[in-house]
């Protein structure tokens, strides 16, 4: 109670409103309370920004495919991309201002390096250039839109009502939840997903605000959308234990193509970095997806709609407007169309990325899925191998499932989603051993999600490991030193003891190059303690002859505050210098670097 008066004596003056509206909360509302509370006013908002997104692209893409493109021309597949990357790139240039950021990934570096502080604009980001992306071809999805918007949202929010660290990371879980909840109609998957990929702990404090989240958005969804599902199926085809060989085969050719989509997805994703110029970006990837949509028209999109064909056992109708106008009457070109979907998805969703286009890879991901699935359970079926066929409706869906453990590594996510869009547990074992094989396989040779492979790389990830979690969380900035005082490696002795030792309270002294300031050594008071009350030798010894080499030394470029633990835990020294560029910085002390950790393991735990 006393932590929230301090904060309110803090809020500016021109909130008088706001301010005895927070006050008369804490009188009588408890902060148990209020969280439930701001958990279903999440929930809300984000299932109504999944509605937004959601009913805002399908009103583009109806106006554009089954307008322009049925009654003129094929050809404006080849333009609509091009045309949309455009409008993106204006809207964020003259009405937004500031660049919207891909929505999981910008979410979970908020969270490790923002403390959960996600900026306003984000609120309305996504919203007006994700159903752009989306609607005019970008081959992308709309969950990551729809969890960017929610986090957004219940970012702040928190910080309108004044809400501790480890509050506003609960609360942006729960707007992922009940963003994911609001466009599956799968409240319990959701709940999973923000624990998986959002590393939250599953506690009772966490699991009330979740499941309250996660059901206000599906209630809501309702509410718009009534019984619509994206992905309406009935299990028909039962599992039988003759079966499981089949489904750990699906599940090896599910971790081998998420390490095929984790590799391209990084490769283009690279090579659009290269490109120096925004417009550059968007030329190159506008008329790249241009072509691909004009040849391969399924890849318009999220692909939803193909995705129910393969389910319902009508791949022609998924295939019917292939380029070439191939006989779909002939099962292997229909198995060679699928896998020429599933190699070419990767490459449009990353290409629009790449250009600028705003959206998620969740679709992508069911997508390529569904298409790879399909294909391995028709290669079984009509191989000539195997006696008895399986289900190429089950396959699909179960393939779902192993693409999105091995590429979203979300293991958990992958199986109770789908298990929940079928609605029942019929495929649970079938979908638990092709999900954990493909989990396990894609680990290996990738450690990092699509999500999270460039905060990763940086050592920015939050993870259910919680030391590492509190070490990413601290700003390196805030333990640096800086009352040292040097000298230069051709100072005498002297003017060490005059000009250093006399004048600094501290017992070491950094020793610097007179021109560059660089680091060259440093002195310990210990060094020339036997020597620096001998004035005949003032004059005789310099700098750089009594300086040592410092144990470890802290580079403010590239180490990480778990790498910067390390090196103090390896050298068992108590201060290390700290340089930036090259130069001097200042000191970290182990004794402040402790301080900062006690502080932030309070912050988040409390």
């Not at 599906?218 to 994206?230: A, C, M």
């Not at 393969?310 to 198995?335: C, R, T, Y």
């Not at 959206?359 to 290669?379: D, E, Q, W």
């Not at 990092?448 to 050592?459: A, N």
């Given at each position: 109670?006393?932590?929230f008066?301090?904060?309110?004596?803090?809020?500016?003056?021109?909130?008088?409103?706001?301010?005895?509206?927070?006050?008369?909360?804490?009188?009588?509302?408890?902060?148990?309370?209020?969280?439930?509370?701001?958990?279903?006013l999440?929930?809300?908002?984000?299932?109504?920004?999944?509605v937004?997104?959601?009913?805002?692209?399908?009103?583009?893409?109806?106006?554009?495919e089954?307008?322009?493109?049925?009654?003129?021309?094929?050809?404006?597949?080849?333009?609509?991309?091009?045309?949309?990357?455009?409008?993106?790139?204006?809207?964020?240039?003259?009405?937004?201002?500031?660049?919207?950021?891909?929505?999981?990934?910008?979410?979970?570096?908020?969270?490790?390096?923002?403390?959960?502080?996600?900026?306003?604009?984000?609120?309305?980001?996504?919203i007006?250039?994700?159903?752009?992306?989306?609607?005019?071809?970008?081959?992308?999805?709309?969950?990551?839109?729809?969890?960017?918007?929610?986090?957004?949202?219940?970012?702040?929010?928190?910080?309108?009502?004044?809400?501790?660290?480890?509050?506003?990371?609960?609360?942006?879980?729960?707007?992922?939840?009940?963003?994911?909840?609001?466009?599956?109609?799968?409240?319990?998957?959701?709940?999973?997903?923000?624990?998986?990929?959002?590393?939250?702990?599953?506690?009772?404090?966490?699991?009330?605000?979740?499941?309250?989240?996660s059901?206000?958005?599906i209630?809501?969804?309702?509410?718009?959308?009534g019984d619509?599902?994206?992905?309406?199926?009935?299990?028909?085809?039962?599992?039988?234990?003759?079966?499981?060989?089949?489904?750990?085969?699906?599940?090896?050719?599910?971790?081998?193509?998420?390490i095929?989509?984790?590799?391209?997805?990084?490769?283009?994703?690279?090579?659009?970095?290269?490109?120096?110029?925004?417009?550059?970006?968007?030329?190159?990837?506008?008329?790249?997806?241009?072509?691909?949509?004009?040849?391969?028209?399924?890849?318009?999109?999220?692909?939803?709609?193909?995705?129910n064909?393969?389910?319902?056992?009508?791949?022609?109708k998924a295939?019917?407007?292939?380029?070439?106008?191939?006989?779909?009457?002939?099962?292997?070109?229909?198995?060679?169309?699928?896998?020429?979907?599933?190699?070419?998805?990767?490459f449009?969703?990353?290409i629009?990325?790449?250009?600028?286009?705003?959206?998620?890879?969740?679709?992508?991901?069911?997508?390529?899925?569904?298409?790879?699935?399909?294909?391995?359970?028709?290669?079984?079926?009509?191989?000539?191998?195997?006696?008895?066929?399986?289900?190429?409706?089950?396959?699909?869906?179960?393939?779902?499932?192993?693409?999105?453990?091995?590429?979203?590594?979300?293991?958990?996510?992958?199986?109770?989603?789908?298990?929940?869009?079928?609605?029942g547990?019929?495929?649970?074992?079938?979908?638990?051993?092709?999900?954990?094989?493909?989990?396990?396989?894609?680990?290996?040779?990738?450690?990092?999600?699509?999500?999270?492979?460039?905060?990763?790389?940086?050592?920015?990830?939050?993870?259910?490991?919680?030391?590492?979690?509190?070490?990413?969380?601290?700003?390196?900035?805030?333990?640096?030193?800086?009352?040292?005082?040097?000298?230069?490696?051709?100072?005498?002795?002297?003017?060490?003891?005059?000009?250093?030792?006399?004048?600094?309270?501290?017992?070491i002294?950094?020793?610097?190059?007179?021109?560059?300031q660089?680091?060259?050594?440093?002195?310990?008071?210990?060094?020339?303690?036997?020597?620096?009350?001998?004035?005949?030798?003032?004059?005789?010894?310099?700098?750089?002859?009594?300086?040592?080499?410092?144990?470890?030394?802290?580079?403010?470029?590239?180490?990480?505050?778990?790498?910067?633990?390390?090196?103090?835990?390896?050298?068992?020294?108590?201060?290390?210098?700290?340089?930036?560029?090259?130069?001097?910085?200042?000191?970290?002390?182990?004794?402040?670097?402790?301080?900062?950790?006690?502080?932030?393991?309070?912050?988040?735990?409390?």
């Amino acid at each position: 109670m006393q932590d929230f008066f301090i904060r309110f004596k803090t809020m500016p003056r021109k909130h008088p409103i706001l301010k005895k509206i927070l006050i008369w909360r804490t009188k009588h509302i408890s902060d148990k309370q209020f969280v439930f509370f701001l958990s279903v006013l999440v929930g809300i908002t984000s299932g109504i920004g999944a509605v937004i997104l959601k009913n805002l692209t399908h009103f583009i893409q109806h106006l554009l495919e089954g307008n322009l493109v049925r009654y003129y021309h094929h050809a404006f597949y080849f333009l609509f991309p091009l045309i949309g990357f455009i409008l993106v790139y204006l809207i964020i240039k003259y009405i937004i201002r500031s660049k919207v950021s891909h929505g999981i990934p910008s979410t979970l570096y908020a969270i490790a390096k923002r403390k959960g502080v996600i900026k306003r604009y984000q609120m309305f980001g996504s919203i007006l250039t994700a159903p752009i992306t989306v609607g005019f071809g970008g081959s992308v999805g709309l969950e990551g839109p729809s969890v960017a918007t929610g986090a957004a949202i219940s970012s702040n929010i928190s910080r309108l009502f004044r809400m501790n660290q480890k509050t506003k990371m609960l609360l942006i879980g729960c707007a992922a939840a009940g963003a994911l909840s609001s466009i599956f109609k799968a409240p319990i998957a959701a709940i999973i997903f923000a624990i998986e990929v959002f590393s939250l702990d599953l506690t009772m404090v966490s699991m009330m605000p979740l499941l309250l989240a996660s059901l206000s958005a599906i209630i809501t969804s309702y509410f718009f959308f009534g019984d619509d599902v994206l992905l309406p199926f009935r299990i028909e085809d039962h599992f039988t234990i003759s079966d499981v060989p089949f489904y750990a085969f699906l599940g090896v050719c599910a971790a081998f193509t998420s390490i095929y989509f984790n590799q391209v997805y990084e490769k283009v994703q690279d090579f659009f970095d290269r490109l120096d110029s925004p417009i550059k970006k968007l030329l190159v990837g506008g008329v790249a997806i241009g072509v691909l949509v004009f040849f391969i028209p399924p890849l318009y999109g999220e692909g939803f709609e193909t995705m129910n064909n393969l389910i319902a056992g009508n791949p022609q109708k998924a295939l019917e407007a292939n380029f070439f106008n191939l006989d779909l009457s002939n099962i292997w070109v229909v198995i060679a169309l699928l896998a020429g979907l599933v190699f070419f998805k990767v490459f449009a969703s990353a290409i629009t990325f790449g250009a600028g286009g705003v959206g998620g890879i969740f679709a992508p991901t069911l997508f390529m899925g569904s298409l790879m699935g399909n294909c391995v359970a028709k290669i079984i079926n009509n191989c000539g191998l195997f006696r008895a066929p399986v289900s190429e409706s089950n396959f699909t869906l179960v393939g779902m499932a192993g693409i999105l453990a091995g590429v979203l590594q979300a293991p958990l996510t992958a199986i109770f989603l789908i298990a929940e869009l079928t609605g029942g547990y019929d495929l649970f074992i079938p979908l638990m051993i092709t999900a954990a094989i493909s989990f396990g396989i894609t680990r290996i040779f990738s450690p990092h999600s699509v999500y999270t492979m460039e905060l990763g790389r940086k050592g920015d990830l939050i993870t259910h490991d919680k030391d590492h979690a509190i070490l990413t969380l601290m700003d390196i900035h805030k333990v640096i030193e800086t009352n040292f005082i040097s000298v230069t490696t051709k100072m005498n002795l002297g003017e060490i003891v005059n000009t250093a030792v006399v004048k600094s309270n501290r017992n070491i002294f950094p020793v610097l190059d007179e021109t560059k300031q660089q680091l060259k050594g440093v002195i310990l008071l210990d060094d020339i303690r036997s020597i620096m009350f001998d004035q005949k030798l003032y004059n005789e010894v310099l700098a750089m002859e009594v300086m040592q080499k410092p144990p470890a030394i802290i580079n403010l470029d590239k180490d990480k505050m778990t790498v910067i633990m390390k090196k103090f835990q390896e050298s068992n020294a108590w201060n290390l210098p700290v340089v930036k560029n090259g130069k001097y910085v200042g000191f970290i002390s182990k004794s402040k670097l402790l301080t900062a950790y006690r502080r932030e393991l309070i912050n988040i735990t409390s």
